[in-house]
């Protein structure tokens, strides 16, 4: 893998690509209100580093000394993450693949209120969360103050994302998992702060569609031996029920990354396999309007081209967030 002067090449770039759309969108002022404060502060912190750590960059203006001020006077270089162009990819995006700005802000939006139901309500047994293939998500940062946080993922993009995260109140638990080649019990065993004995949450999401169907059936076994108590939170993406664009741009999409997504599964196998493995599907959503109450929508004449993408387009045809206990 590529290393640079400054830092690192950025491991997943289906990881980078779910970073930079959110970190874009949930600056808009009709979303911003919809996640609260902490989940702004994860994403303003790690811009900055981002932008010392990962390829916004190129390795040719890094090398340079008088390329690096004129770096540092350039607004739209020190601030990338706001540059007017934005937008405008984002725009690009959501045409190539409709309904993909409404389900990055869906799917974020849904994994928060439950992981927050799953540990505020007095009825939920959860007091820890395991995210696998956490990527560079904020879960773990925002949660890690209400219970033992546990992220999961390929060696390089812990590595990684343990150089990115603020050092501020980090209590996270990072673990090296290839869900391909390493046992989870095994894994989990070894890390002291993890109990078997507390009920967790384990989260995937954006995850389930670059593991082989054997490895998830063994995943989830596995976490229901850890403790019965267990419960599952996952996306769901059933690329059979997109148009025949949307399905091509987003294959294409994550085959250019050199990332490679598995069979397609659809939801009734994906909830078999969860059955057959202890766990039954106790709630789903499917869009934002499922997650808000009709007086917290924003007012249409007031939204802004991009928040009208998010917020009043349908999200992606067989994409859903899938609870099971
Ligand atoms: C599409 S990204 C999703 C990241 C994050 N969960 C999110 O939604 O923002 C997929 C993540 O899964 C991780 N991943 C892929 N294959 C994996 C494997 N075999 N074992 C562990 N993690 C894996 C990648 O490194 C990447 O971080």
Known sequence: ME???????????TAFNVYSKFTTLRKQPAIAPLFPASVHSYYNLTEVKMNRLGRLISP??????????????????RDPWNAAWIPKLLALDDWLLKGDLHHIVFRKLALHRTI????????????????????????????????????????PMITFKKKLLPTLNQKVHFN????????????????????????SLFITEGFIDYIPKENLASLLSQIKQLNPENEWLSTHFDRSLLSHNQRFFFEIGVQI?????????RKEQIVSIGYDNGFALVNEWANIPELL?????????????????????????????????
């Open 257 to 265: 990354t050199g990332e490679h997504l598995q069979t397609n599964l």
């Open 176 to 199: 090296d998992f290839d869900a391909t080649k390493n046992a989870l019990d095994q894994c989990l065993k070894h890390q002291p702060a993890f109990h078997s004995n507390r009920a």
């Open 60 to 77: 040719q203006i890094k090398g340079k000394k008088d390329a690096a001020c004129e770096f540092q006077d350039n607004k739209a270089f």
């Open 116 to 155: 927050q139901d799953r540990l505020m309500n007095s009825n939920s047994p959860i007091t820890q969360l395991v995210i696998l293939g956490s990527g560079i998500d904020h879960i773990g940062w925002v949660f890690s103050n209400e219970c033992a946080c546990f992220e999961l993922d390929i060696e």
């Open 3 to 13: 290393q640079t002067p400054l830092g690192m090449n950025i491991p997943s770039k």
């Open 293 to 325: 109450d009709e007086q917290s929508i924003p007012n249409e004449a007031k939204l802004n081209s991009i928040e009208q993408k998010v917020l009043h387009q349908k999200n992606m045809n067989g994409c859903s967030i899938l609870h099971f206990k």
